[in-house]
C-alpha cells in the first residue's frame, strides 16, 4: 500500500517545500500529469505506478524500483536513473535527453519513439527492449 496519496502529493507540490521522495512506497499510485521536476524519489517503489505525461525533469530517481510502471510521454530529460529497475515499464514517447541511465535495466521496458539523445547508457542492461524506428539513441549507440 502507498506511503501517500496523490492528494497529500499534490498539496505537497503546492505548498512548495522540498519535497523528497526518498524510499517512500508509491507503487501503483496515479501521479500522471504531475509536475515533479527536480524531486528527489531515489530508492522509492514505482512498481505499476502511473507517471505517464508527468514532468520528471532534472528529478533524482537513483536506485528506484519501477517495474511495469507507465511513464509513457514522462519527460525525464536531465533526470538520474542511474541503477533503476525499469524492467518491463513503458517509456513510449518519453524524453530523457541528457538523463543518466548508468548501471539502469531496461530488460523488456518499452522504448518507442523515446527520445534518448544525450542520454547515458553505460553499463544499462537493454536485453529484450522494446524500440521502434522512431526511438532516438544516444550517437554512437547500437541497441
Do not use: C, H
Not at 31 to 39: A, E, I, K, V, Y
Not at 73 to 99: C, H, I, K, P
Amino acid at each position: 500500500m502507498p506511503s501517500l496519496t496523490r492528494k497529500q502529493i499534490e498539496e505537497m507540490i503546492e505548498a512548495g517545500a522540498g519535497v523528497s521522495f526518498n524510499g517512500q512506497d508509491l507503487q501503483g499510485l496515479d501521479l500522471s500529469r504531475l509536475n515533479l521536476s527536480g524531486f528527489d524519489f531515489s530508492y522509492a517503489r514505482l512498481n505499476r505506478a502511473d507517471l505517464s505525461g508527468a514532468n520528471l525533469s532534472a528529478a533524482i530517481l537513483w536506485s528506484v524500483e519501477a517495474r511495469g510502471a507507465n511513464l509513457s510521454q514522462a519527460d525525464l530529460s536531465n533526470s538520474n536513473l542511474g541503477t533503476a529497475d525499469l524492467r518491463g515499464s513503458s517509456l513510449r514517447e518519453a524524453v530523457l535527453r541528457g538523463a543518466s541511465l548508468l548501471g539502469a535495466t531496461l530488460s523488456a521496458a518499452d522504448l518507442s519513439g523515446a527520445d534518448l539523445r544525450g542520454a547515458d547508457l553505460r553499463n544499462a542492461i537493454v536485453r529484450g527492449v522494446i524500440y521502434n524506428p522512431a526511438t532516438q539513441w544516444p550517437a554512437g549507440y547500437t541497441p
